[in-house]
């Protein structure tokens, strides 16, 4: 190998939405949780992560950018999911250029690593669930790693648990696996994209300041004191995925909606039976947040009780931008022009005062 060359791949990952929720780790070195969960992972043009990975023999360590600002790649997240993927490299040769790679060599090669989220990082948009999924993707792809995409999933999960959901698109089942060492918590395509393509989703940025609660720190307390956490994993979460996979596999909004809105509302109400409790759906410098949010819930509940089958599910992750799943077309754009006339935004370019006008 000379020492004048890079070779490079680049990946983009969207980020997605869990329709059913995960919450709480039954093993917090190896991210597995304690249910299984299915999301909906959004389309690569709006909320996604590119990452271009570099290999060279120039380099003489591993590095990393996110949003053109270095950060440290020590904590353990990151050395998992590159030890993983650097175990499962193989041959690469790039003949026109006169490179070649042997499996042996990627012990000593270095990476860089530059990663670019078109969407605020760390704000319950799910950024780490788009991140690792496309720096492991990307890596995979780098290092001519033959194993598919499940199989790479399982990978993602030990960067950030929500991100092995990112690496199929269309609905999503993280199934939680049984085994101790989680060869066997892993993604899984329900359906694809096209399956049903009626659906809308709207995303309503209401804050994009960083969160008070980390998902992880959160998630570990709720495990430790919420017993509504207990109760939602044993008896709800198991039933609820079937019915939700049912609801996907056959289109029936009316029973998708509901259990959306039922999952969103429950985790939430495991943040308040934690011990303090996390609000998630407030923004506690902003206090026109929750008006939003409450006006949010109270409205797509009474519409959808009015036009006697819902319209609009909405869901919340661990932050109060809302999510909100039209069921076509039509209802989509009454839900826009109803936000639009009750939180007008105060500049056409300002996009942070989108929707709630300008910060309280
Ligand atoms: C989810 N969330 O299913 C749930 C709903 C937030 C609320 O997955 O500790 O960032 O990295 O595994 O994946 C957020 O948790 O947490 C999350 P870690 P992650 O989308």
Redesign the pocket.
């Known amino acids: 190998m000379g020492e004048k060359w890079v070779l490079m791949k680049t990946a983009q990952t969207p980020t997605n939405i ?1 329709v059913i ?3 709480g ?1 039954r093993d917090e070195t190896l ?1 597995l949780p304690v249910n299984d ?1 299915i ?1 909906v992972t959004l389309d690569p043009a709006h909320l996604c992560t590119t990452t271009t990975v570099a290999v060279s023999p120039a380099f003489q360590q591993d590095r990393m950018w996110l949003n053109g600002k270095e950060m440290s790649l020590s904590g353990g997240r990151y050395q998992n999911c590159l030890r993983e993927i650097r175990k499962r490299a193989r041959e690469v040769e790039d003949k026109e250029r006169g490179i070649k790679i042997e499996k042996k060599d990627w012990e000593k090669l270095h990476l860089h690593i530059a990663s670019y989220n078109n969407f605020p990082t760390a704000a319950g948009l ?1 950024s ?2 788009a991140g690792f999924a496309c720096l492991v993707f990307a890596l995979a792809k780098l290092m001519n790693v033959s194993e598919d995409e499940s199989q790479l999933s399982a990978i993602a999960r030990q960067g ?4 092995c959901r990112s690496l199929f698109g269309g609905f999503v089942k993280w199934i939680m696996g049984k085994e101790d060492d989680g060869s066997d918590s892993l993604a899984v395509q329900l359906v694809d994209e096209k399956h049903w393509e009626d659906l809308f989703i709207i995303i309503a940025v209401v804050s994009s300041r960083q969160k008070e609660t980390s ?2 720190s959160g ?1 570990r307390e709720s495990v430790e004191t919420s017993s509504l956490l207990q109760h939602r994993a044993k008896e709800v979460v198991p039933k609820r995925t079937i019915q939700m996979e049912e609801a996907i596999q056959y289109r029936d909004f009316a029973s998708f909606a509901k259990l959306a809105c039922a999952d969103s509302n429950q ?1 939430h109400a495991v943040c308040l039976d934690t011990l303090p409790p996390i609000f998630y759906m407030n923004d506690t410098s902003h206090r026109q947040v929750l008006v939003y949010i409450c006006w949010i819930i109270s409205y797509v509940e009474k519409w959808n009780r009015s036009e006697g089958t819902p319209q609009v599910a909405y869901t919340f ?2 932050g109060p931008n809302a999510v909100l799943i039209a069921r076509d077309r039509k209802a989509a754009a009454q839900l826009i022009q109803r936000l639009l006339f009750y939180f007008p935004p105060k500049s056409d370019t300002d996009l942070d005062s989108y929707l709630l006008g300008d910060k309280t």
Not at 160 to 163: D, E, M, P, Y
């Open positions: 869990a929720k995960y919450w780790k991210i969960s999301s799910a780490s669930a950030s648990g929500s991100a998902s992880t998630m985790f992750d661990a």
